[in-house]
């Protein structure tokens, strides 16, 4: 998990990201292992635990700024817009997520993505997302 801790600034309890499987110049792909351990999981739901759809739109997130920041300059990614998230299956502990983002456009500072998270070759959330790299 290094190498991921060597390119974003997050950390747990909010690191949704273990590692790079594999990524080129414009796409990336990255897993995270849901342990059941996580903290949002004591209110979300007792008895009944799922993972929130808003931190699998982060845990995409989190990967497309893990391909931001192999590019030449450097900064910060802020997530700026999302549009057209679906969620298609509930992800629990015990899966593991596999995350690819792709870069459709860059403009300047600004990148536009698209993210799509499987759980044993199932999507169980789709997503675009534009962030903006911003000096840190």
């Given at each position: 998990?290094?190498?991921?801790?060597?390119?974003?600034?997050?950390?747990?309890?909010?690191?949704f990201v273990n590692k790079?499987?594999?990524k080129?110049?414009?796409?990336?792909?990255?897993?995270?292992?849901v342990t059941g351990e996580e903290?949002?999981?004591?209110?979300?739901?007792?008895?009944?635990?799922?993972?929130?759809?808003?931190?699998l739109q982060e845990a995409?997130?989190?990967s497309g700024a893990c391909l931001m920041a192999s590019g030449a300059s450097s900064g910060l990614g802020v997530v700026t817009k999302v549009s057209n998230a679906r969620f298609k299956s509930l992800v629990r502990p015990g899966d593991e997520?596999?995350?690819?983002?792709?870069?459709v456009e860059q403009l300047d500072n600004a990148f536009y993505f698209k993210g799509r998270?499987?759980?044993?070759?199932?999507?169980?959330?789709?997503?675009e997302f534009t962030c903006a790299k911003i000096d840190s």
């Open positions: 998990m290094s190498e991921v801790k060597d390119l974003i600034p997050q950390r747990d309890p909010f690191l790079v499987v594999e080129d110049s414009d796409s990336i792909t990255t897993s995270y292992k903290d949002f999981f004591k209110g979300h739901f007792p008895g009944n635990p799922i993972m929130p759809g808003v931190l995409l997130f989190q997520l596999i995350m690819k983002v792709n870069i998270t499987q759980v044993e070759g199932k999507t169980v959330c789709a997503l």
